[in-house]
């Protein structure tokens, strides 16, 4: 009877659906609710980071920006940035300056032992006529009774140091008056008459040199 | 009550955690985020800035020493080139080196100043070209080096001074001989002479650049760079 009874009682069903569907639900609902929470705290963290980043940042800054706005500092600072710019300006100069020195230190001024050179190349009786040197460039017209000496003289100043190269090319001769009054042969003995004057052949001549150096 | 089944309060939880995860991603994420950036910015810039005015400051003294050493250097380079020349002060020295050779002065004239580049020519004999020329170089091994002009690239003053006096060769060397060893920024480029008469014409290029137009001369001149001649 009271198996019975209890048989009639036993609704497995029915406590399916009173105990375990209700203790699922909960369940689900627990989940749910941790879900949310966890969420929740997931932004609350992320959120939380990003703020307190914003806010390290935001005194960074702010000591930066007083170190940045501290008068002393600002002239400080204005002062070495001109000391920088006269630098920049100077080593600018500098460099203009060197570079214009370069060129007049590799310029060659005409050396006056040149007109020794040509005086020590030219033979016992060639006589010098006009010197004309023009940026290294020298011109001498000479001449001389000895027709050899005109060659002699160019050929000597090819050995000379300092000329470059020697352009030689040729002479011309021309017909000159010996005066040689009082003597006694200016007059002719048998006419008593002055005699037909001497002449000797001048050899005269042009000779270029290119003088050795930068000008 | 509306009692829902179990797949609307799910799809309602679901719907509801979106909106959470949206509300806080668009609502609280996303303006820190943007606040983080911007101050970001805001620090990179400033960073930059204080590194570079705290560089600045630490390395003043270096900066000064710097400035210092760099005048020095101008000074000496300033100091290779010559002063203007003045020509009533520059006929004194000129009147002692001509007494003192002992020649008669015909003439002294000062060009007006110009600005020039200075260049220069190296003096080559200048070869002529024929065809075997080249095939002769190669067995030789001899080199075509023409000159080439040498031009600086800033231009800078240039006055000539012709003196013409009678004299021999001699007083014309030491003449030469007295400007050159006066100031390497004289270039003698022009002598001639008449031996028979003795005249003898000289010209002579001064390189120069007025000084007291540079900029800090007073700061130049302070530091006190060594220099060649300023008559």
Same mark, same amino acid.
């Given at each position: 009877m009271k198996t019975r009874k209890l048989k009639s009682s036993l609704n497995l069903y029915r406590e399916y659906n009173t105990v375990i569907r209700t203790r699922k639900v909960k369940s689900k609902r627990r989940q @749910?609710?941790?879900? @949310?929470?966890?969420? @929740?705290?997931?932004?609350?963290?992320?959120?939380?980071?990003?703020? @307190?980043?914003?806010?390290?940042?935001?005194?960074?800054?702010? *000591?930066m920006s007083d170190y940045l706005m501290d008068a002393e500092n600002i002239k400080n600072y204005t002062a070495v940035q001109a000391v920088k710019s006269d630098i920049d300006a100077l080593s600018d100069l500098d460099g203009k300056i060197s570079e214009t020195n370069e060129v007049l230190d590799e310029k060659d001024s005409i050396n006056g032992y040149i007109f020794v050179q040509l005086y020590n190349a030219k033979p016992e009786n060639t006589v010098? /006529?006009?010197?004309?040197? $023009?940026?290294? *460039?020298? $011109?001498?017209t000479y001449h001389s009774p000895v027709m050899g000496d005109l060659s002699l003289f160019a050929r000597n100043l090819e050995s000379q140091s300092d000329f470059a190269s020697v352009d030689y090319?040729?002479?011309? $001769?021309?017909?000159?008056?010996?005066? /040689?009054?009082?003597?006694a042969d200016?007059? /002719?003995?048998? $006419?008593?008459?002055?005699?037909?004057p001497k002449t000797q052949t001048i050899y005269s001549g042009t000779v270029t040199i290119l003088v050795r150096g930068s000008y | 009550m509306l009692k829902l089944t179990t797949r609307e309060s799910r799809m309602l939880g679901v719907l509801v955690m979106i909106l959470m995860i949206g509300v806080g991603i668009v609502f609280i994420i996303m303006p820190l985020s943007e606040k983080n950036a911007l101050l970001q910015a805001q620090y990179d810039s400033s960073y930059?800035?204080?590194t570079e005015m705290q560089t600045a400051i630490t390395l003043k003294s270096t900066y000064d020493k710097n400035l210092a050493k760099k005048t020095d250097e101008v000074n000496v380079s300033l100091a290779e080139i010559s002063d203007v020349v003045k020509p009533e002060e520059f006929d004194i020295y000129l009147n002692s080196v001509l007494t003192n050779l002992g020649v008669k002065v015909t003439s002294?004239?000062?060009?007006?100043?110009?600005?020039?580049?200075?260049?220069?020519?190296?003096?080559?004999?200048?070869?002529?070209?024929?065809?075997?020329?080249d095939s002769l170089g190669l067995i030789d091994g001899a080199q075509d080096d023409e000159a080439?002009?040498?031009?600086?690239s800033n231009s800078i003053l240039k006055q000539t001074i012709t003196v013409q006096f009678t004299g021999t060769q001699t007083q014309l060397t030491k003449f030469i001989n007295e400007l050159n060893a006066q100031d390497e920024r004289f270039y003698v480029n022009q002598a001639t002479m008449d031996y028979e008469s003795g005249d003898i014409t000289c010209s002579f290029d001064v390189y120069s650049v007025d000084k007291s137009t540079v900029k800090g001369t007073n700061s130049l001149e302070d530091s006190g760079g060594s220099g060649s001649t300023s008559k």
């Open positions: @749910f609710i941790v879900l @949310f929470v966890s969420i @929740f705290l997931v932004i609350a963290i992320l959120a939380a980071g990003i703020h @307190f980043k914003n806010l390290r940042l935001e005194l960074l800054n702010g *000591q010098l /006529d006009n010197v004309a040197l $023009t940026n290294g *460039q020298l $011109t001498v090319k040729g002479y011309q $001769t021309s017909e000159v008056t010996i005066e /040689d009054e009082g003597s200016s007059i /002719d003995p048998q $006419t008593g008459e002055a005699a037909e | 930059a800035q204080y002294v004239s000062y060009s007006e100043i110009t600005a020039v580049t200075p260049s220069y020519l190296e003096n080559k004999p200048s070869l002529v070209e024929y065809d075997l020329k080439e002009a040498v031009t600086a």
